[in-house]
Nanobody, 125 residues
């Protein structure tokens, strides 16, 4: 069983930045696909970003492209989500997700085997 621990959420003003971290203390972390999703009240869980074990291979949701950056540190078993130019509509609970092995559509939440408990991000206007 892989346990994912998110941190870094909080309250920030519009235009500000936050960095989320997701620690995955498990073996073979470098073989996982890691993703970030978010869910606002009354809305579906939405794809934010994903990264394969080859760190140059990243994917972003249309609403965050150009503002958010996903990265990973295999030595620390940690994936990061740097969020810049935050907007009030970015307010949501952010979840880290992991999948062991390859997959085609990293935007599909159903392919992920493990989820964190979520961390709240609130952006004030």
């Amino acid at each position: 069983q892989v346990q994912l621990d998110e941190s870094g959420g909080g309250l920030v003003q519009a235009g500000g930045s936050l960095r989320l971290s997701c620690a995955a203390p498990g073996p073979a972390f470098s073989s996982y696909v890691m993703g970030w999703f978010r869910q606002a009240p009354g809305k579906e869980r939405e794809f934010v970003a994903a990264i394969r074990w080859i760190a140059a291979d990243t994917y972003y949701g249309d609403s965050v492209k150009g503002r958010f950056t996903i990265s990973r540190d295999n030595a620390k078993n940690t994936v990061y989500l740097q969020m810049n130019s935050l907007k009030p509509e970015d307010t949501a609970v952010y979840y880290c997700a992991a999948r062991r092995g390859s997959a085609n559509n990293l935007r599909d939440k159903s392919i992920y085997n493990y989820w964190g408990q979520g961390t709240q991000v609130t952006v004030s206007s």
